[in-house]
């Protein structure tokens, strides 16, 4: 599997970014995170063979589309598609219900620092969509949000890759590097975020019901 998907971003490039990044922030079944996608993709600027502003603009790309999408089907038919349960859809209506709360006490804060948190970002693009939340502020936060996401993991592959084969794979042989930086980083992206966004503690979950 690994294996398959390096030699796919190596052979496509940005074309593979963009469509990995795309399908699995409109849900499509992956193994492999999208934050494991850029860190790579960075790894591979730090090489040559791709270009940092490029593969910028491909991963935002491919998140501004899918989230933007979202929005849009869930905005419109949101309700019908909840209505007959889809597979697709990993989280239950309980987990959902808590999500809306916090869009409806926060607002824009929670969708801002929703859409930077790893395993919840299509969640928040759907649930706006769902709960009519204005589009101008979604937008702002989707343009925001989507840059500042991609840059934080793909320049943290660039920076790091140097230091991959000379210090993390003494310790982890196979690709243990890239999921050592991939682990790392969402790790300390949850850690800085779980401070501003109660949601991120499961404990607080069940108190938000009324």
């Known amino acids: 599997m690994q294996q398959a998907f390096t030699s ?4 496509y490039g940005y074309y593979a970014i963009f469509l990995l990044v795309f399908l699995q922030e409109v849900g499509f079944p992956s193994p492999i995170p999208n934050e494991f996608i850029l860190i790579f993709s960075g790894y ?7 270009f940092l502003p490029f593969n910028v603009l491909a991963a935002v ?3 501004l589309v899918a989230g933007f999408m979202l929005y849009v089907i869930f905005r419109y038919f949101g309700n019908l598609i909840l209505q007959r349960k889809p597979k697709w859809i990993p989280i239950s209506q309980t987990k959902l219900d808590n999500i809306s709360q916090h869009i409806k006490k926060k607002g824009v804060w929670f969708v801002f620092v929703g859409r930077l948190t790893p395993f919840i970002r299509g969640y928040v693009a759907v649930l706006s969509g769902l709960m009519q939340f204005p589009f101008k502020k979604y937008g702002f936060v989707m343009w925001f ?11 943290g592959g660039y920076y790091l890759g140097p230091y991959w084969d000379s210090t993390l794979t003494t310790f982890f042989p196979e690709h243990g590097a890239i999921i050592t930086i991939c682990c790392s980083a969402l790790l300390i992206m949850v850690l800085f975020l779980r401070k501003h966004i109660s949601f991120l503690n499961p404990f607080k979950i069940k108190t938000i019901q009324s």
Do not use: R
């Open 8 to 11: 796919n971003i190596i052979e």
């Open 44 to 50: 591979l600027c730090s090489l040559g063979t791709l």
């Open 61 to 63: 790309g491919g998140d």
């Open 145 to 155: 949000t989507s840059p500042l996401w991609a840059v934080f993991y793909i320049c």
